[in-house]
C-alpha cells in the first residue's frame, strides 16, 4: 500500500523509513534545547521588577573627590529647564575622619551654588549615597529678610518671593501670634532680622540615601525640592524651611524622627506613600496649596498641631500607628481622610473646618475628638461606610453640635455606622447628637421609601416605563430578558449587559433603585409606613424634638380653644342675639393671637422644615373642624336651654388636675350630673375655660373637669369635641414618647421604633 505524498510522514515515521533518521532526530534535540533556553529567557525576563528596567538594581556609585567636584562644578548639565551641577550617583563621605574633604566640600560647593547670576545653579545628589551628617542649610547664601538688607545679588523675582513670606506671616498673625523667628523678625518694628539660609537653585534628591543626620532647617528654598524616594537613615530636620516652589517628598523613608516644624510649603507639597517610621512633627506649619499625604505610613507619633491648611488636605489611605493631633489646626479647604486607619486617637480638638471633612470608609479603632471645633456654614463630617464599633471606640465632640455635623450619603449600606455612631453618643450621655443621627437617619429612610413608592424599580418597570427613563428600545428588551432569568440585585448588574454603556449607566443610576416587585397590598402598606413616619419627622422630628411637639400642641390648643369658644358664644344673631361681648372677644382673640405666635416661634426655631410642618397640622386640624363649624351655621340651631352653654365643670373641685381617663360628655346618671353646673357666661374670665376644656383634651391637663352636657347637644359639636379627644390621644402618646427619646434616664420608650 502506497502512502500519499505529504501525508503520514511524522518523525517516528520517517525514522522508522529511515529517511536520515539520525539527523531528523538531532534537528529536533536542537530545537528542544533552543526553545527550553528562550522560555528561560522570557521567564527571567518578566520576572523582573519594572522599577529595574528604569535604573540599575545595583548603582555603581563613583567616589566624590574635590577633582571630580571641581570638575563637575565647571561642565554643569540641564535638566527640565534648570542648570545643576551633576552629583548623581556618587559616594559622598562627610564624616567626621575626612574633615579636609568635608569643609572644602562645603566651601567650594556653597561659593558655586551663592553666586550671582539671572540662572541659579541648583543640585542633583539623585542615587548618591551621603556618608555622616549633612549640613544643607550650609549651601545657601546667608541673608537678612529685612527688605532693605537682601542682599543685591537677587534678581527681582527672587526677592519677589522672599517678600510673599511677609505675607504669609501676617495671615498666621491673624489667626494666632507666629511661632517662627523670621516671622517674628518681619513683624517686630525694629529693623533687624534674623538671618536665613536661601537656596536659589532647584535641589534633587530623588532616591539619595543619607547615613547621617540631615540639616536643612531655617532654609528657603527658592526653586523646586525633588527627594522622591529619599531615605533618612537618622534624623531629618527641616524646621523653619520655606518651600516656594513644588516639593515632592514622595515615597520617601524616614527611618528616624522627622522635624518640619514652622516651616512653610508655600506650593504644592507631595508625601505621597512616605513612610514616617519614627516620630514627626509639623507644629506651626503652613500649607499654602495642595498637601498630598495619600497612602503615606506614620508608624509613631504624627504631630500637625496649629497647621494651616490654606489648599487641600489630602491624607487618604493613610495609616497611623500612633496618636495624630491635628489640635488647633485651621482647615481652609477640604480634609481627606478617606480610608484613613487610625489605630489610636486622633485629636481634631479646637481646628476649624471651613468646607468638607470626609471619613468616608475611614477606620476609627480608638478614638476621635472634634472637641471645640469649629465648623463653617459649610463645612460637615462624612462618614458613610465609617468603620467604628461603639464598644470600643469614641467620637468625642461639643454636645448638641457634633451630631449635627455628622452626614452620610444615603440609608443603604450606612444603617449600622448611624446605629454606632448614635449609640456611642448615648454611652457618652450627650442624648441630643444621637436623638440627632436618629433623626437622619428617619429621613433617609423616608427618601428610601419615597424611592420605593414613586421611583423606578429596576426589577419591575415596563419597558416604555424605562424608555421613558431615558434607555434606547434594545437596552429596555435587554433589561426585561435579563429579569426573566434573574431579578436584579444592585444596579452595577446593568453593566453586565451588552447593550448598556458606563455613560448611560452613570446617567440614569440616581434614578433607579432595585428591590423585589411589590403587590398592590404591599405598596399601601409601604405608603402607610411613609405617612406615618413623615408625620413623625414634622410633628416631633422623630421622637427628638420636644419644643418641636410643644409649638405644634399650642397652636392646636389655640385654635379648639377658638373653635369651641366660637360655637358656645356666638349661637345666632336672629331673632333673639346671643353672642359674646366685645371685652371677652378681645381678650379672646389676644390670647389666641399670643398662643398661635409662641408656637409659631418654637416650630420656626427648633423645626428643620416649618412650613411643611404647619402644612401637616393645618391638615390635620384645620379641614374637618371648619367643615363642621361651616355645616353647623348653615343648619342653625334649634333646641331648647339655647341661653344655657353647652359644657359644663365640676363644681365639688377646683385645682389642677391629670385627667388621663376623662372622657369629653359627661355620663347620664342624675346624681353624677349633679356635680357639673354650666358654665358662666357673666364672669369676665369666662373665656379662660375654652382653652381649659381644649387642654383636658389635647393634654389630659386641666384646672377644672370642663365636659359637655350630654342635653339639648347639637351632635357636630359633640363630633368636633371626640375628634380633638382623639388627637389628643395620639398626641399625648407622642408628647410622652419625645419626652423618654430627649431626657436622659427616662427610657420608658427610648427603643421604641
Not at 482647615?331 to 480638638?349: C, G, K
Not at 480608638?366 to 460637615?380: E, H, L, T, V
Not at 365636659?707 to 347637644?713: F, G, I, K, T, V
Amino acid at each position: 500500500m502506497v502512502a500519499h505524498r505529504g501525508k503520514n510522514t511524522s518523525p517516528s515515521l520517517l525514522a522508522e523509513r529511515g529517511l536520515g533518521g539520525e539527523v531528523f532526530s538531532s534537528w529536533v534535540g536542537c530545537l528542544k534545547q533552543a526553545g527550553l533556553l528562550i522560555i528561560l529567557c522570557a521567564l527571567f525576563f518578566f520576572s523582573q521588577p519594572l522599577a529595574a528596567w528604569g535604573a540599575p538594581a545595583q548603582i555603581e556609585r563613583t567616589p566624590l573627590t574635590l577633582e571630580l567636584l571641581q570638575e563637575r562644578l565647571h561642565t554643569p548639565i540641564l535638566r527640565e529647564g534648570n542648570v545643576v551641577v551633576d552629583l548623581r550617583e556618587m559616594v559622598i563621605d562627610l564624616q567626621p575622619e575626612n574633615a579636609s574633604f568635608r569643609d572644602a566640600f562645603y566651601q567650594i560647593l556653597g561659593k558655586e551654588l551663592q553666586k550671582a547670576g539671572s540662572k541659579p545653579l541648583g543640585l542633583d545628589l539623585s542615587y548618591s549615597l551621603i556618608q555622616g551628617n549633612f549640613f544643607g542649610s550650609d549651601l545657601g547664601l546667608r541673608t537678612p529678610l529685612y527688605a532693605q538688607a537682601i542682599a543685591p545679588i537677587f534678581t527681582s523675582t527672587e526677592q519677589e518671593q522672599l517678600e510673599r513670606l511677609r505675607q504669609v506671616c501676617l495671615q498666621s498673625l491673624a489667626v494666632a501670634l507666629p511661632s517662627s523667628k523670621d516671622c517674628k523678625s518681619l513683624l517686630a518694628k525694629s529693623t533687624t532680622s534674623t538671618e536665613i539660609s536661601v537656596f536659589r537653585g532647584s535641589l534633587t534628591l530623588v532616591e539619595t540615601r543619607f547615613n547621617g543626620t540631615v540639616q536643612f532647617s531655617n532654609t528657603f528654598f527658592l526653586q523646586p525640592v525633588d527627594a522622591q524616594g529619599a531615605i533618612f537613615t537618622q534624623q531629618a530636620n527641616w524646621t523653619e524651611t520655606r518651600f516656594s516652589r513644588a516639593s515632592s517628598f514622595a515615597s520617601a523613608t524616614f527611618k528616624k524622627e522627622s522635624q518640619f516644624l514652622g516651616s512653610i510649603f508655600f506650593d504644592k507639597a507631595n508625601f505621597k506613600q512616605t513612610q514616617f517610621q519614627e516620630s514627626t512633627y509639623f507644629q506651626d506649619s503652613t500649607f499654602g496649596d495642595t498637601a498630598n499625604f495619600t497612602q503615606a505610613i506614620f508608624k509613631k507619633l504624627a504631630k500637625f498641631t496649629r497647621v494651616q491648611w490654606q489648599g487641600n488636605a489630602d491624607f487618604s489611605n493613610v495609616h497611623f500607628s500612633e496618636q495624630a493631633q491635628f489640635t488647633k489646626g485651621i482647615f481652609n479647604q477640604f480634609l481627606f481622610l478617606t480610608e484613613a486607619t487610625f489605630e489610636q486617637a486622633v485629636t481634631l480638638r479646637e481646628a476649624q473646618f471651613n468646607q468638607l471633612v470626609n471619613l468616608q470608609s475611614a477606620s476609627i479603632v480608638n478614638s476621635a475628638d472634634f472637641s471645640d471645633a469649629g465648623f463653617a456654614k459649610d463645612a460637615y463630617l462624612n462618614v458613610s461606610g465609617l468603620i467604628f464599633n461603639s464598644n470600643q471606640a469614641k467620637i468625642l465632640g461639643n454636645p448638641g453640635q457634633i451630631g449635627k455635623m455628622l452626614v452620610v450619603s444615603g440609608f443603604q449600606g450606612n444603617q449600622s455606622v448611624l446605629r454606632n455612631l448614635g449609640q456611642n453618643f448615648r454611652l457618652l450621655q450627650q442624648i441630643g447628637d444621637a436623638n440627632q443621627l436618629e433623626y437622619t437617619k428617619q429621613r433617609l429612610r423616608l427618601q428610601d421609601l419615597s424611592r420605593h413608592l414613586v421611583g423606578t424599580n429596576l426589577n419591575s418597570a415596563s419597558q416604555e416605563g424605562l424608555v421613558k427613563l431615558g434607555f434606547s428600545v434594545i437596552q429596555a428588551e435587554a433589561i426585561a430578558r435579563r429579569r426573566l432569568q434573574q431579578l436584579f440585585r444592585n444596579k452595577t448588574e446593568l453593566l453586565t449587559l451588552p447593550y448598556i454603556d458606563y455613560e448611560t449607566y452613570t446617567q440614569l443610576s440616581s434614578h433607579l433603585f432595585v428591590s423585589e416587585p411589590l403587590s398592590p397590598f404591599g405598596w399601601l402598606l409601604q405608603a402607610w409606613n411613609w405617612l406615618a413616619l413623615s408625620l413623625l419627622l414634622l410633628l416631633s422630628g422623630y421622637g427628638t424634638n420636644f419644643c418641636l411637639v410643644i409649638g405644634v400642641g399650642l397652636i392646636a390648643i389655640a385654635f379648639f380653644g377658638l373653635l369651641f369658644w366660637l360655637v358656645d358664644r356666638f349661637r345666632r344673631l336672629l331673632p333673639v342675639p346671643i353672642i359674646p361681648t366685645a371685652y371677652e372677644t378681645t381678650w379672646m382673640l389676644t390670647s389666641f393671637s399670643l398662643l398661635t405666635l409662641f408656637g409659631l416661634f418654637a416650630i420656626f426655631r427648633t423645626g428643620e422644615q416649618p412650613w411643611l410642618t404647619l402644612a401637616c397640622l393645618f391638615v390635620i386640624i384645620f379641614p374637618l373642624a371648619i367643615a363642621l363649624l361651616f355645616r353647623l351655621y348653615q343648619q342653625g340651631r334649634y333646641h331648647n336651654l339655647m341661653d344655657v352653654s353647652y359644657f359644663t365643670e365640676d363644681g365639688t373641685l377646683r385645682q389642677l388636675r391629670l385627667l388621663i381617663g376623662r372622657l369629653p360628655v359627661i355620663p347620664r346618671y342624675q346624681m353624677f350630673r349633679e356635680r357639673y353646673l354650666p358654665l358662666l357666661w357673666n364672669s369676665g374670665w369666662n373665656w379662660l375655660n375654652y382653652y381649659d376644656f381644649s387642654l383636658n383634651n389635647l393634654l389630659r391637663l386641666g384646672f377644672n373637669d370642663i365636659r359637655l352636657r350630654d342635653e339639648h347637644l347639637p351632635g357636630i359639636i359633640t363630633t368636633l369635641a371626640w375628634y380633638q379627644w382623639i388627637l389628643g390621644i395620639l398626641y399625648i402618646t407622642l408628647l410622652l414618647w419625645t419626652l423618654s427619646r430627649t431626657i436622659p434616664g427616662l427610657n420608658l420608650l427610648i427603643y421604641l421604633k
